[in-house]
């Protein structure tokens, strides 16, 4: 099997397809089918089957049911990997690609030269793992979470803020008087700007172009400001809304979950990291430095110690 990729086009078509057996391994309907579909940027669709709209699966024979998706996103411009779930009659089977993380299950069959399934629980559980890890080294996420996040401020001017992508949809409110209530609603590019970092006002500055996040809020609106804390109130007094994360996900870190997924995967058949006896003595695995150069430059200061 090969890594496939699809690219950006309505009339570039993936077709998923999912088997459900009894539990004599028998093909068999389940009550209900549908399949959730997630997008790079975070959006889910539900699709059924003779259910609610879209209900746009198809039955090909007993148990067996498929659905065809265009490979366009909702949200132009975001493109990466796509997750799907099958469920049926409230089992969920486990996706073969998931937008939470940075490499692909035909990617790695790809790259390990797999051709059957049989370790593909194995596989997952590697990339997943490889994926986690590299987010907490890092300090940061890389794909795209819709949620709201608060922040205290430490000074009137400024606020440093986690990965936030260049949306239209980003809405900042500020708490005044630290109830807990946001009362007051800013405005982007009058009352405030964002920024990539301190003094960084140009996304292309490492060549990592529109992919780079804001890092930063700025106060522009004369008579504003970010309001002071003080004990026993909510210090949380800033909340923003939007997409946090990348708007893609870089090489390199599509590549590190590659590399530490192989590892991962290949350390089952290393106990105690012995991967065998030569001539010499025993051979161990050792850990690959290339992660970490190829990591570094995305090593979030602010949420690491000792980096």
């Known amino acids: 099997m090969t890594a496939q990729v699809f690219y950006d086009n309505q009339s570039e078509i993936a077709v998923l397809s999912a088997g459900f057996a009894d539990g004599n391994g028998t093909p068999a309907d389940p009550t209900s089918v549908y399949c959730v579909i997630t997008e790079p940027a975070g959006v889910s669709v539900t699709h059924t089957y003779l259910g609610t709209a879209p209900a746009d699966i198809v039955k090909v024979m007993t148990g067996k049911y498929t659905l065809s998706v265009p490979c366009s996103p909702s949200v132009a411009g975001i493109d990466g990997l796509w997750g799907y779930e099958w469920v049926g009659s409230g089992v969920v089977m486990p996706s073969a690609v998931s937008q939470l993380w940075y490499t692909s299950l035909e990617e790695m069959h790809d790259r390990l030269g797999i051709t059957d399934t049989s370790d593909d629980s194995l596989l997952l559980n590697a990339i997943a793992t490889a994926a986690g890890w590299i987010n907490e080294w890092c300090g940061r996420h890389f794909n795209r979470i819709v949620e709201a996040r608060t922040y205290q401020p430490t000074n009137v001017w400024t606020l440093d803020i986690d990965d936030l992508v260049d949306d239209p949809s980003i809405v900042m409110t500020v708490d005044y008087d630290g109830d807990g209530i946001y009362e007051q609603t800013w405005v982007r590019g009058t009352d405030f700007v964002l920024r990539y970092g301190p003094g960084r006002f140009n996304p292309n500055y490492t ?78 695995i050792q850990s690959n430095t290339s992660v970490v150069e190829n990591l570094q430059a995305f090593v979030n200061p602010r949420h690491k110690v000792g980096i």
């Open 207 to 284: 060549g990592t172009g529109a992919s780079r996040p804001f890092r930063q809020i700025q106060v522009v609106q004369s008579g504003k400001w970010l309001p002071f804390t003080w004990p026993y109130s909510h210090m949380d007094r800033v909340k923003i809304v939007g997409p946090w994360g990348w708007k893609s996900v870089p090489w390199q870190i599509s590549e590190s979950n590659r590399i530490l997924a192989s590892d991962i995967y290949k350390t089952k058949d290393a106990p105690f990291g012995v991967a065998g006896v030569s001539d010499i003595g025993v051979i161990r």
